[in-house]
């Protein structure tokens, strides 16, 4: 078996997004189902993501997520367009402790 379905508590947690990508979007919905504390993070955000901000499923902070925002998190999710961001993303990510998922690349 190479992957292990896993089931994680996310009551008191905090999920991660980084990159601002409408890719991110499918992810939110999907979380937003749980107990835990979503937030985007983010210069911008795509269009799809400014709309769960407004219907209450996420929280957008304007801007680069800080070093205590990635190590408060449970999971990061990471989708960017821009492949250097990306990677600086994926970088500064595998630094904490959370579980890392980066959006596929099409």
């Known amino acids: 078996m190479r992957y292990y379905p896993a089931f994680i ?37 795509d269009a799809s993501l400014e709309a769960l901000v407004s219907d209450g499923k996420a929280r957008w902070k304007r801007g680069e997520a800080s070093d205590a925002d990635l190590a408060a998190a449970r999971f990061i999710y990471i989708a960017s367009d821009d492949d250097a961001q990306r990677q600086a993303l994926i970088a500064r990510a595998r630094e904490t402790s959370a579980l890392v998922n980066v959006v596929d690349v099409t």
């Open 9 to 45: 508590d996310l009551a008191d947690a905090s999920v991660a997004f980084l990159g601002g990508s409408a890719d991110l979007a499918n992810k939110v919905r999907l979380l937003s189902k749980t107990p835990a504390q979503l937030v985007l993070y983010g210069a911008q955000i």
